[in-house]
T-cell receptor, first 109, second 112 residues
Framework: KNEVEQSPQNLTAQEGEFITINCSYS?????LHWLQQHPGGGIVSLFMLSSGKKKHGRLIATINIQEKHSSLHITASHPRDSAVYIC???????????FGKGTHLIIQP | SQTIHQWPATLVQPVGSPLSLECTVE??????LYWYRQAAGRGLQLLFYSVGIGQISSEVPQNLSASRPQDRQFILSSKKLLLSDSGFYLC???????????FGPGTRLTVT
């Protein structure tokens, strides 16, 4: 079974700061997911990536398949980025996801 | 475009009562369907998955069951709820490949 570790668990930063969240996993995968969960609980898929780097607006995700490691970066952070960010990998039955415990991010104005 | 619905959005039920949560998907056919749970203070966990009508697999032993009576309908049930069944329940769907998953809005269940 794949073990997914995220760091840090909690992160508080000032508006405008560059944010990095890390994710490592134990077993090789076909793709890795970054998800965002808002206080109400709803989950939005941010990225699915299998190699290299992807960028959506101020969000950048990178993955190193050999090192089994991925990072999520937020540039010019804003209070609306405050949420829980979750890393997940396929590994359950019929490729259900195995999740990290999440990083609780707070961006202060 | 594809849409996934879940209801109810919130539910408060006494211990020992039955449960039925429903999930429906629109705009796609023959999806893989999943039930996940997020217990208080814990990460998301896969409970059940289904690759077709009537085909259900459980990932963890528990007090819950799932059914898929139609291609785009997935139901989570319990005959008698336990306090430990409280949590946030998410339904998701994916195509067989490339595995991107799409999540419903979730049901917050409180067992009292």
């Amino acid at each position: 079974k794949n073990e997914v570790e995220q760091s840090p668990q909690n992160l508080t930063a000032q508006e405008g700061e560059f944010i990095t969240i890390n994710c490592s996993y134990s077993v090789g995968i076909s793709a890795l997911h970054w998800l965002q969960q808002h206080p109400g609980g709803g989950i939005v898929s941010l990225f699915m990536l299998s190699s290299g780097k992807k960028k959506h607006g101020r969000l950048i995700a990178t993955i190193n398949i050999q090192e089994k490691h991925s990072s999520l970066h937020i540039t010019a952070s804003h209070p609306r980025d405050s949420a829980v960010y979750i890393c997940a990998v396929p590994g359950g039955g019929a490729d259900g996801l195995t999740f990290g415990k999440g990083t609780h991010l707070i961006i202060q104005p | 475009s594809q849409t996934i619905h879940q209801w109810p959005a919130t539910l408060v039920q006494p211990v020992g009562s039955p449960l039925s949560l429903e999930c429906t998907v629109e705009g796609t056919s023959n999806p893989n369907l999943y039930w996940y749970r997020q217990a208080a203070g814990r990460g998301l966990q896969l409970l059940f998955y289904s690759v077709g009508i009537g085909q259900i697999s459980s990932e963890v032993p528990q007090n819950l069951s799932a059914s898929r009576p139609q291609d785009r309908q997935f139901i989570l049930s319990s005959k008698k709820l336990l306090l430990s069944d409280s949590g946030f329940y998410l339904c998701a769907w994916s195509r067989v490949s490339p595995y991107e998953q799409y999540f419903g809005p979730g049901t917050r269940l409180t067992v009292t």
